[in-house]
């Protein structure tokens, strides 16, 4: 059984349009969070969510909305996508927010704007 | 600033040989210590970490890790490389105390390990 899931795996799409990555997990977790890795490889966190609760906001533009509906899912929604999105979006989970809870992250969506 | 550095972009070993991966980091207070692998087109998935306690931490795979407080290090090592432990690797970081579950990853190091 998969436990962190995302979908789609691959969104190729143009600038301007608006698009959504959802994400669940199955490991009861508490927590969920949404990373960015770029061309290099680069992982950053972009949010995270504690049982629905926004607990962590980086600096990303606000034309990117996460979305809880319950502590299961955490979706990522994109507007006016632009050259610059193109990356691998990561959702991952921890059991808490608790700072020595390991991570489990998804395989990954690849979005390319084009 | 927080930060994580792993110095080498690349590591090449033979199989069958040591392998050492380095990460040494900057942190406010005492630090919480990850270790992460990730699989060409695959999520990261969870190693090892130094919560407290012992210095050495024994992970998943035959890996181990060793935490340095004077030197700022926690460097990941194998006793003998597989061919398949081929991937990139990350460390991580957050301080014991304040925040949340943040996590301030390495740039990677792709470890290469040659038949």
């Known amino acids: 059984d998969t436990a962190v899931s995302q979908t789609p795996k691959y969104l190729v799409t143009q600038m301007g349009n608006d698009k959504s990555i959802k994400c669940e997990q199955n490991?009861?977790?508490?927590?969920m969070y949404w990373y960015k890795q770029d061309s290099k490889k680069f992982l950053k966190i972009m949010f995270s969510y504690n049982n629905k609760e926004l607990i962590i906001n980086e600096t990303v533009p606000n034309r990117f909305s996460p979305k809880s509906p319950d502590k299961a899912h955490l979706n990522l929604h994109i507007n006016s996508l632009e050259l610059g999105d193109s990356a691998v979006y990561f959702c991952a989970s921890s059991q808490s927010s608790s700072s020595y809870n390991e991570q489990f992250f998804g395989p990954g969506t690849r979005l390319t704007v084009l | 600033a927080q930060s994580v550095a792993q110095p080498e972009d690349q590591v090449n070993v033979a199989e069958g040989n040591p392998l050492t991966v380095k990460c040494t980091y900057s942190v406010s207070g005492n630090p919480y210590l990850f270790w992460y692998v990730q699989y060409p087109n695959r999520g990261l998935q969870f190693l090892l970490k130094?919560?407290?306690?012992?210095?050495l931490v024994k992970g998943s795979y035959g890996f181990e890790a060793e935490f340095n407080k004077s030197q700022t290090s926690f460097h990941l090592k194998k006793p003998s490389a597989l061919v398949s432990d081929s991937a990139l690797y990350f460390c991580a970081v957050r301080p014991s105390r304040g925040g949340y579950n943040k996590l301030i990853f390495g740039a990677g190091t792709r470890l290469a390990v040659h038949p």
């Open positions: 130094y919560i407290t306690g012992d210095n």
């Open positions: 490991l009861g977790h508490d927590t």
